[in-house]
Antibody
Framework: QVQLQESGPGLVKPSETLSLTCTVP????????WNWIRQPPGKGLEWIGY???????NYKSSLKSRVTISMDTSNNQFSLKVNSVTAADTAVYYC????????????WGLGTMVTVSS | QSALTQPASVSGSPGQSITISCTGT?????????VSWYQQHPGKAPKLMIY???DRPSGVSNRFSGSKSAYTASLTISGLQAEDEADYYC??????????FGTGTKVTVL
């Protein structure tokens, strides 16, 4: 069973950049879509975007101006950066695998909590 | 993209059946048979329970079933068990290779 593991700082200051990585052995050569999804405390899930190993990337339109998803092929990691964060970006961030850009997310990481606060 | 609408809570007694609705628009649920459902226990990651409206991944109990009519998808849990108590989220393809989640439903087993 594929294991996804998110990692990154748990605390980010307002206006700074949130940076997270998700480690997936073999991800760089696999035919899957690697997604980021977040969940503010006590609230619902929000899809952020995905990366495909060919370099195809797509983002939620309302976040597109602040979000970057990329892949580090040497470390089998894909990453998320969110610029100019505010308290509204406080959430548990999950990475999740999709077999197709239009279909379900079949494997999820455990999630990592990020708090935006000074 | 507005979140899909789900009831905040649904409850039932052990052994009963419950149904959770998920209402979208012509831009998402109404246009695609690409609705999935996720179960989330407190402090845990979501788990895929249903994909493409009514298909179950291997290992998911056949007590879980899905359906769709027009702009509303539904998840039915039959033979409700204590372990089914969790939050449930629907998700739909929304065009342009994007996705939208539902507002979430808390299922309580009485």
């Amino acid at each position: 069973q594929v294991q996804l593991q998110e990692s990154g700082p748990g605390l980010v200051k307002p206006s700074e950049t949130l940076s997270l990585t998700c480690t997936v052995p073999g991800a760089t050569k696999s035919n899957y879509y690697w997604n980021w999804i977040r969940q503010p405390p006590g609230k619902g899930l929000e899809w952020i975007g995905y990366f495909f190993y060919t370099g195809t990337i797509n983002y939620k339109s309302s976040l597109k101006s602040r979000v970057t998803i990329s892949m580090d092929t040497s470390n089998n990691q894909f990453s998320l950066k969110v610029n100019s964060v505010t308290a509204a970006d406080t959430a548990v961030y999950y990475c999740a695998r999709g077999i197709h850009p239009q279909k379900a997310f079949d494997i999820w990481g455990l999630g990592t909590m990020v708090t935006v606060s000074s | 993209q507005s979140a899909l609408t789900q009831p905040a809570s649904v409850s039932g007694s052990p052994g009963q059946s419950i149904t959770i609705s998920c209402t979208g628009t012509s831009s998402d649920v109404g246009s695609y048979n690409l609705v999935s459902w996720y179960q989330q226990h407190p402090g845990k990651a979501p788990k895929l329970m249903i994909y493409e409206v009514n298909d179950r991944p291997s290992g998911v109990s056949n007590r879980f079933s899905g359906s769709k009519s027009a702009y509303t998808a539904s998840l039915t849990i039959s033979g409700l068990q204590a372990e089914d108590e969790a939050d449930y989220y629907c998700c739909s393809y929304a065009g342009g290779n994007t996705h939208v989640f539902g507002t979430g439903t808390k299922v309580t087993v009485l």
